[in-house]
C-alpha cells in the first residue's frame, strides 16, 4: 500500500467550490497515479481552520469515493499558513512509486515531492527552438530554460581570460572559474556569468560558434548539465538545446525535436541578426550555421542526435505558432 499526497486551495469558503475543488484534486490523483476506486482503501482530509461550510471527505462521497473509509480533520491556526487550503492523503494499494498533487496555491507547497512537467526540445541552430519554447512556455506557465544560453556564457567566459575555446585543457584549467546561473525576470530567462548578467552579450555571431566549440568538452558540459537537471527537478520547464531528450533528460516525459533545412534555418537567423544590428551576408551566416551542424553533430560527447523517443516536427512549412500548436496538442490531454 502506498500514501499519495495532495493539497488545493479553494478561491472561497462555499460548498460548491469545496466539492468543485475536492473534486478536481481527486480526479488529478486517480489519473496520474493510474487508480482505479476499488483500489482505494481510505481518503484522510485535513482543511485549514477557515474552511466551514462544508465536509471535503463529504465531497468525495459525492465524487463516487462510496466504499472507502474516509475522514476529515480541522488542522490549527498556524501563523502566515497558505489560507483556505484543503489537504489530502490517499492510501491505496498500487505498485508505482506514488504522483503526489499539488493544484492551485497548494502548487508551490511540496516541490520536493511533487513531479515536474519536464518537455525537451532539441534540434539544430536556427530550427524554431527557442520562440516555439517561449510559446509553449507561456501556454503552460512553466519556466523556459534555454541551456544553448549557458553554454553561450562558458563561451564569454573564455572570452574574458582570453582562453582558448578550442584548447580543452586550457578551458579545464578554468572551468572552476566559471560560474552560470539563470534567474528569471517577468518569467524571462537572465543568464549570468559569475554574477553579471550577459543575456544580451552572449548573442553575437562570435560567441554563437564559440559556443558550439566549448560545447564539444567534457568538463563543460558535466557542469551546465548538472545545473539543468537541478533547475528541471526542481522546476516544471521547457528547456532547448542539443542533447536534452537524449542525455539530459533522457526520462522526460515529453519529447521533440525541430528540423529545417539549413537554408530556410539561415534565412531565419540573418532575419534575427540584422533585428540585433549584426550585418551578415546570406552565404556567411548560411555557412555558419552548416558548420555549427557539423560541429554539434560530429562531436564525441552529446552530440545533437534525436532520441528515438522524440517527435521529430519540421518547420519548413510551418509558422512557429503552428509548431507550438503541434507540440501542445500531443503534451494537452497526457498531463
Ligand atoms: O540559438 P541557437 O540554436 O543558435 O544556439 P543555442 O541553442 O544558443 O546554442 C549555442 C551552442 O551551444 C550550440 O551550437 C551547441 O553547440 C551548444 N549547445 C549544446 O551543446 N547543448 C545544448 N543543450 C545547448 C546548446
Redesign the pocket.
Known sequence: MKAIRGAITVKADTADEIKENVKLLLTEIVEKNGLSIENVVCIMFSNTADIHSFYPAKAAREVGFFNCALFSSLEPEIDNSLPLCIRVMVLAEIEDNPKHIYLKGAADLRKDITEKLNIAIDGP??SG??TVSKIISKRFDILYLD???M??ACALACVNLGVDCANESAVNAIVDSIDISVKYENKMQRTYLNGTDVSESIRTPKI?ML??VV?AHGCIRTKMVDLQRKIAKENSCVL?????GTNVLPHAEFKFFLTASPEIRANRRLAENELKGFKQSFADVLQEIKA?DE??INRKIAPLLKADDAIEISSDKLSEEEVADAICAQIQGKI
Do not use: P, V
Request: glycine share 14%.
Open positions: 541552430a536556427g527552438k527557442s541551456t544553448g544560453a553554454y553561450r554563437s559556443a558550439s560545447a532547448d538545446g542539443r542533447d536534452i555549427r560541429q554539434d
